[in-house]
C-alpha cells in the first residue's frame, strides 16, 4: 500500500513539473512521464489493457504531436520569452503549496462512501465486455478517427496551401 | 432502421472518398439526399415498423442496443430539415468544389453523432457521440475562409475538453454509487437518493451546460457562431449545440430525474438565468449574427426552463421548442448569410431599408422572428405557451413571470433588429444590393413555411411530432 | 507484481483532485496555447485514474476498462485537431499568445 501511495505521489510529482518547468519540450517530457506512470498504475490496479493503451498510445502518439508542435513553433525573441517566462512564474508558483496543503487536508478525510456492492468476481474479461456490449463505442472510435482524418486533411493542408 | 440512420451516413463519407476527384460536385447532393430520407423516416414511420427481413440479423450482429421514442424522432427530424437547409446554403456561400465536398462529408459525420446522441441509452455512449459531433463541428469551423475561424475554434474545443473533464467523471461517480452507466441505472441510484449518484448527476449536468452554453458557460458560442462561415453556423445553431447539450438534458430529464426536486431547481434556476442574460446580452450587439447567437443561448434557456416544470408538459412544452427554434434559428442565420453575401457586412448599424431590396429574405426573417418571440399564431407562441403552462402547472409562478416578462424582451430585440436592417430608409450605399439567389431563398423560404404551418395546424402537428413520445 | 492495493476511496479521490486542480492551475496560469492543451491533457489523466479507481472500487474493472480505451482514442484525435488549430494559429499571428483569441469582437 505504501509503495502505490508513492507511486501516485511521484504521478502527481511528474504532472506538477509538466505544468511548471520552462520550456515546452520539458513540459511535454513531464507529460509523457507522468501518462507512463499513470500506466504504470492502471497496470497495478490490474487495468492492462487500458495501461497498454495509455502507454502507447498517450505517452507514445500524444507526445510526439505536442513535440512537433512544441519544435514548429518557436518564440519570436528570447526577450519575450523571458517576459512571459516571469509572468507565468508568477502565477504558478504558489501551486505546489496548494498540491501540499490540499493533499494533507484530504488525507485526514475518511467520511463513510457509500460505494455500491462490489462484484466478487469482477465483471468478467475486458476484451468480452469491449466486444460484445459496447460495440456502439467501438462504433464511436471508428467515427471519431474519421473525423480525424477528415481534421488532419483540412488543418495541416491548408498549413502547405498558404505557405505557397 | 435505427441502425441505418448511423450506417448510412457512415457508409456515404467512406464511399464518396472513393469516388475520383472529378465526380465531387455529387457529394452535397448525396448527403441532402441522406439528411432528405431521414428526415422523411422521421416523419413517416417513426422507425419501429421497417425491422424486417435483413435488417433484424445485422442488428443483432451489430448489437448496438439503440431505442427510439418520439424524443429521438424530433431530433431525427430536426437535423434532417437543419442539414438540408446547411447544404443548400452552402452551394450558394462555398466557393469552391473541394469546400462545398469536405463540408458535406463534414455534415454527415456530425449527423451520424446526432443521430447515435438520439437513439443511445447509455450515458457513456451519449459522451462518445457528443464528442464525435464536436469535433466534426470544430473542423467545420476550423475550415471556414474567415479571419477568426481558429479562434472560434480553439474556443469551442477547449470548451468542449472541459465539458468532457466533468461528464467523464460523473462517470466515475456513476460507476462507484451505481456500478453502471445506463440510463436505467442513473435512475435507480438517484430514484434511491444515493449520494453519490446525485453529486455524479450534477456534474454531467454542468458538462451538458457548457455544451449548451448556458450561462455562465455561454462565452464560447458567440465567438463560435460569428466566427462560423455561414453554412456551418446554420448547422451549428439549427441542431449541433441544441443536440448535444439541450437534448441530451431532454433525455436526462425524461429518463433518468423523473421530476426529483433537486434536478428540477437546478434546471429552473440555470434555465432562468439563462434567458435574462442571453436576451439582454442579444440587446446590445451590432453584429447580426452575434445578436442571433445571444438570442439562441436566450432560447435554449428557455428549453432547460421548461424540463424544470410539470414532467410530461414540460418535456412536451420543451421538445416543441427545440423543434421550432432550430427550424427558426437555422432560417434566421440562412437570412443573414443571404444579407451577407448581397452586402460584405454583418454590422447591422450600417443597414437599412434592406426590405426594398431583399423582400423575400426580409418576409421570411419576419415571420422568423415573430416566431421565436412568441406571437400568435405563428409555431413559436404555442411552445412558449405550453412552457408558461408546464411552469405553472408545477406551481413555479415566479418562472413563469420570468418567461413571459423575457419574451417582451425577445420581441424588443427582434424588432430593434428588422427595424435596422430591412426597415425605414434605404441607403443610398445599397442601391447596388438586389434580392439573395434562388439557391438561398429557398431554404428560407421553406423553413417559413414549416414554421407558419405549424402554428396553423398545431393541435394535429402536435400529434404527429410528439404522439408516441411524450 | 503484487502490491496489496488499498481500499480507500479517499486515497484515490485525493490524488485525482490533486491531478485535477494541478491541470486547472496549469491551464489558468499560462497565456501559452501548448501550455494550456498540457493543461487539458493533465486533466484527462485525472479523470482516466478516476475512471480506473472507480471501476476497481466497484468491481467493475472491464467496464471501466472497455470506457477508458474508448476515452483514449477521443483523446488522441481531440490533440491532433487542437494541434492543428494551434499551427494555424501561430502561422497566423506568429505568437502562442492566447491573447490574440481574446481581441475577436463584433
Known amino acids: 500500500m505504501i509503495w502505490f501511495t508513492l507511486l501516485l505521489v511521484v504521478l502527481v510529482l511528474a504532472a506538477l513539473w509538466a505544468s511548471m518547468t520552462t520550456t515546452l519540450l520539458r513540459a511535454t517530457l513531464g507529460l509523457a512521464l507522468a501518462s507512463a506512470l499513470l500506466s504504470v498504475v492502471m497496470f497495478s490496479m490490474g487495468a492492462t489493457l487500458a495501461a497498454a493503451m495509455e502507454l502507447s498510445v498517450c505517452a507514445g502518439l500524444i507526445s510526439v504531436v505536442l513535440v512537433s508542435v512544441a519544435s514548429l513553433t518557436r518564440p519570436r525573441s528570447i526577450q519575450e520569452e523571458i517576459a512571459s517566462r516571469r509572468s507565468r512564474l508568477r502565477r504558478i508558483w504558489p501551486l505546489p503549496l496548494v498540491l501540499i496543503a490540499g493533499g494533507v487536508a484530504l488525507s485526514f478525510v475518511h467520511a463513510p462512501v457509500d460505494i455500491v456492492l462490489r462484484l466478487p468476481a469482477g465483471d468478467g474479461d475486458v476484451r468480452t465486455v469491449l466486444w460484445s456490449m459496447r460495440q456502439l463505442d467501438l462504433f464511436g472510435q471508428i467515427l471519431i478517427l474519421l473525423a480525424g482524418a477528415l481534421g488532419v486533411l483540412v488543418l495541416f493542408r491548408k498549413e502547405a496551401k498558404d505557405d505557397d | 432502421m435505427s441502425d441505418l440512420l448511423l450506417l448510412v451516413p457512415f457508409v456515404a463519407v467512406v464511399l464518396l472518398y472513393l469516388l475520383p476527384k472529378r465526380a465531387r460536385a455529387v457529394g452535397l447532393w448525396v448527403a441532402f439526399g441522406i439528411l432528405a430520407l431521414e428526415a422523411a423516416a422521421a416523419v413517416l414511420d417513426r422507425f419501429a415498423t421497417v425491422d424486417v427481413g435483413l435488417l433484424a440479423p445485422l442488428e443483432k450482429l451489430l448489437g448496438f442496443h439503440l431505442a427510439t421514442d418520439g424524443l429521438s424522432g424530433l431530433v431525427i427530424l430536426c437535423t434532417g430539415l437543419v442539414g438540408m437547409a446547411a447544404l443548400l446554403v452552402a452551394r450558394r456561400t462555398l466557393e469552391s468544389v473541394n469546400e462545398r465536398f469536405l463540408f458535406a462529408n463534414l455534415v454527415l459525420v456530425a449527423v451520424v453523432g446526432i443521430n447515435g446522441m438520439a437513439m443511445v441509452r447509455d450515458l457513456f455512449s451519449l459522451y462518445v457521440f457528443v464528442e464525435v459531433t464536436a469535433v466534426a463541428t470544430v473542423i467545420l469551423v476550423a ?94 445553431a439549427g441542431i449541433v449545440t441544441k443536440a448535444s447539450g439541450i437534448f441530451a438534458l431532454l433525455r436526462i430529464a425524461q429518463s433518468t430525474l423523473g421530476g426529483a426536486t433537486p434536478g428540477r431547481e437546478i434546471l429552473l434556476v440555470v434555465g432562468a438565468v439563462t434567458i435574462v442574460v442571453g436576451a439582454f446580452l442579444a440587446l446590445t450587439q451590432t453584429n447580426f449574427k452575434r445578436m442571433l447567437a445571444y438570442s439562441s443561448i436566450s432560447q435554449m434557456g428557455y428549453i432547460v426552463l421548461a424540463l424544470g416544470g410539470d414532467l410530461h408538459l414540460g418535456i412536451l412544452a420543451a421538445g416543441l421548442h427545440f423543434f421550432n427554434h432550430a427550424v427558426s434559428k437555422s432560417q434566421l442565420f440562412a437570412n443573414a448569410a443571404a444579407v451577407e453575401k448581397q452586402l460584405g457586412t454583418l454590422d447591422i448599424d450600417e443597414m437599412g431599408g434592406l426590405g426594398a431590396r431583399m423582400p423575400v429574405t426580409a418576409g421570411t426573417s419576419a415571420v422568423a422572428s415573430l416566431s421565436i418571440a412568441g406571437l400568435p399564431p405563428l409555431a413559436g407562441f404555442w411552445s412558449k405557451l405550453l412552457i408558461i403552462l408546464a411552469l405553472w402547472n408545477a406551481k413555479e409562478y415566479a418562472f413563469a413571470a420570468v418567461a413571459i416578462l423575457a419574451s417582451l424582451v425577445t420581441l424588443a430585440y427582434f424588432l430593434s433588429l428588422q427595424r435596422k436592417v430591412f426597415f425605414g430608409k434605404p441607403l443610398e450605399k445599397w442601391a447596388g444590393a438586389r434580392e439573395a439567389s434562388a439557391g438561398l431563398l429557398v431554404p428560407a423560404v421553406a423553413l417559413a413555411l414549416v414554421t407558419i404551418a405549424l402554428g396553423i395546424g398545431f393541435p394535429f402537428a402536435l400529434r404527429i411530432l410528439l404522439g408516441g413520445g411524450a | 507484481m503484487t502490491i496489496e492495493m488499498p481500499q480507500s476511496f479517499w486515497l484515490y479521490f485525493t490524488f485525482f483532485v490533486l491531478l485535477l486542480v494541478d491541470g486547472l492551475w496549469c491551464m489558468l496560469a499560462t497565456r501559452n496555447l501548448v501550455r494550456i492543451l498540457i493543461g487539458l491533457e493533465i486533466l484527462m489523466k485525472s479523470v482516466t485514474f478516476f475512471l480506473i479507481a472507480a471501476g476497481y472500487l466497484s468491481g467493475r474493472m472491464a467496464l471501466a476498462q472497455a470506457l477508458v480505451v474508448t476515452v483514449i482514442v477521443i483523446e488522441v484525435v481531440v490533440v491532433v485537431v487542437v494541434a492543428g488549430i494551434i499551427l494555424g494559429f501561430h502561422r497566423k499571428h506568429d505568437s502562442l499568445d492566447v491573447g490574440n483569441t481574446k481581441r475577436m469582437k463584433g
Request: hydrophobic fraction near 60%; charge should be neutral; include cysteine.
Open chain 2, 143 to 236: 475550415a471556414g475562409r474567415g479571419d477568426h475561424v481558429l479562434e472560434g475554434a480553439w474556443k469551442y474545443i477547449f470548451l468542449s475538453v472541459v465539458a468532457s473533464v466533468l461528464m467523464l467523471t460523473s462517470l466515475g461517480f456513476f460507476l462507484l454509487s451505481t456500478g453502471g452507466i445506463t440510463l436505467d441505472a442513473a435512475r435507480t441510484g438517484l430514484a434511491a437518493n444515493a449520494p453519490l449518484a446525485w453529486i455524479a448527476m450534477a456534474l454531467f449536468l454542468c458538462g451538458l451546460f457548457v455544451k449548451g452554453a448556458m450561462v455562465p458557460f455561454h462565452g464560447w458560442l458567440a465567438d463560435a457562431y460569428t466566427a462560423a462561415p455561414a453554412p456551418v453556423s446554420v448547422f451549428m
